[in-house]
């Protein structure tokens, strides 16, 4: 983070104590890491994802993210039963997805399947930032172990990308200004200079004043082009010089790993839900059979 003083001195101490990170409100940054965590809501940011090339732990299936997320992952059964009625009682065919890799993608303006998708992705993954440390964590979530891990490397890669295009983005185009300028200048230097030559080369022993102004003026001419070439390459060094300064540094703390055992369905919990389940419905069976047995007696 980028921030106008170091360590915000004893207010920022004593702010870091209630959690407040004061170098977020002292930053140059419009867009500061606490804002990071919101790029999962940008359609954009979430396309990114879909043609990073996954494979399955047991190799059953290789491609895109997007063919995965479309064809191999398991839906639930209320969901299929639920498609299946939408299905039969809409009279339009469901939409195709627009989905391609290498072709233009508008991830503004999607098919309900390629929604269907993007939201799926959203809804997998997290991105928290620590007020205190500033450290991002970004968690995922997936049906297959190693593809989370995938995943989770991918989405630490693409904010990579855009912190670095953010925080750089003024310094390459004052790069990209600066060079631009250096061009054309070397070109202009370089072009009198050849003038300069040619007309020395032709005037040699001519001794008439008139040439030799002619050939002061050109030598002057070539010396402030060269001036101004000169001061333009200083220019560009000092505007590498700050891209570099502005490029941010970062460091992994702790790696994706392809997780042991799932996150969820909770096991356990299902099938202690399952047991209470069926001894409610066992328990209400028996006293109904018991009270109706009563009722034919009396």
Not at 30 to 55: C, E, K, R, W
Not at 208 to 223: A, C, F, I, T, Y
């Amino acid at each position: 983070m980028d921030s106008k003083t170091p360590g915000g001195g004893t207010l920022g101490s004593l702010a870091s104590t209630f959690g407040i990170d004061m170098s977020t409100l002292e930053s140059s940054d419009a867009i500061t890491p606490m804002l990071y965590p919101d790029l999962i809501d940008d359609n954009g940011f979430i396309s990114m994802l879909l043609p990073i090339h996954v494979q399955t732990g047991d190799s059953t299936f290789k491609g895109t993210y997007y063919d995965y997320k479309r064809t191999a992952t398991k839906v639930p059964w209320w969901n299929k039963l639920a498609n299946g009625l939408l299905t039969r009682i809409s009279s339009k065919k469901p939409e195709e997805g627009k989905y391609e890799v290498g072709t233009p993608f508008n991830a503004y303006h999607l098919t309900k399947l390629d929604n269907s998708i993007i939201e799926s992705i959203r809804k997998q993954i997290a991105i928290k930032v620590d007020k205190k440390t500033g450290a991002i964590t970004i968690n995922t979530e997936d049906q297959d172990p190693l593809i989370a891990k995938t995943i989770a490397d991918s989405t630490r890669e693409l904010l990579k990308d855009f912190i670095t295009k953010y925080r750089t983005d003024k310094a390459r185009r004052d790069v990209e200004y600066y060079k631009k300028l250096t061009d054309e200048a070397k070109s202009s230097y370089e072009h009198q200079r050849l003038k300069y030559g040619e007309f020395s080369d032709s005037n040699t022993d001519v001794s008439l004043p008139s040439v030799q102004s002619k050939g002061e003026d050109m030598e002057n001419e070539m010396q402030l082009r060269y001036n101004n070439y000169s001061q333009l390459k200083g220019q560009l060094q000092l505007s590498l010089a700050k891209l570099r300064e502005r490029t941010p540094v970062f460091t992994q703390i702790k790696g994706a790993a392809v997780p042991i055992k799932p996150t969820g369905p909770k096991r356990m919990l299902f099938l202690l839900g399952t047991v209470l389940f069926s001894f409610i419905l066992t328990t209400i069976y028996v006293l109904r059979t018991i009270t109706h047995t009563q009722n034919r007696k009396q």
